[in-house]
Nanobody, 121 residues
Framework: QVQLVESGGGLVQPGGSLRLSCAAS????????MDWYRQAPGNERELVAS???????AYEDSVKGRFTISRDNAKNTVYLQMNSLKPEDTADYYC???????????????WGQGTQVTVSS
């Protein structure tokens, strides 16, 4: 069984910081791009940040300069450091990974169950 497990969410005041983690476990033989998405109530899920296996990153415009995505390939873990948090960052945050279980199976997207981030005073 393969799974992604997020942690690190919670309640933080505006201007504060949080660090999300997402660990992939199970029979992955390859994990390629890993992403963080978020979904606020009433909104569609949106891509926040991506990181390739080689460490190339991309960010949604509203988080540039405030959020940093990183990964530890040895631990199959991706992180999202979130600084200068704003109330509009409040959402459920999900990680995803493009993974492969066997060499003969296609790469598919795996999702975590999400972690809630609330930015409020």
């Amino acid at each position: 069984q393969v799974q992604l497990v997020e942690s690190g969410g919670g309640l933080v005041q505006p201007g504060g910081s949080l660090r999300l983690s997402c660990a992939a476990s199970g029979r992955f033989i390859n994990i390629y791009t890993m992403d963080w998405y978020r979904q606020a109530p009433g909104n569609e899920r949106e891509l926040v940040a991506s990181i390739t296996k080689d460490g190339i990153t991309a960010y949604e415009d509203s988080v540039k300069g405030r959020f940093t995505i990183s990964r530890d390939n040895a631990k199959n873990t991706v992180y999202l450091q979130m600084n200068s948090l704003k109330p509009e960052d409040t959402a459920d945050y999900y990680c995803s990974a493009d993974g492969q279980i066997y060499t003969w199976t296609p790469v598919r997207v795996y999702w975590g169950q999400g972690t809630q981030v609330t930015v409020s005073s």
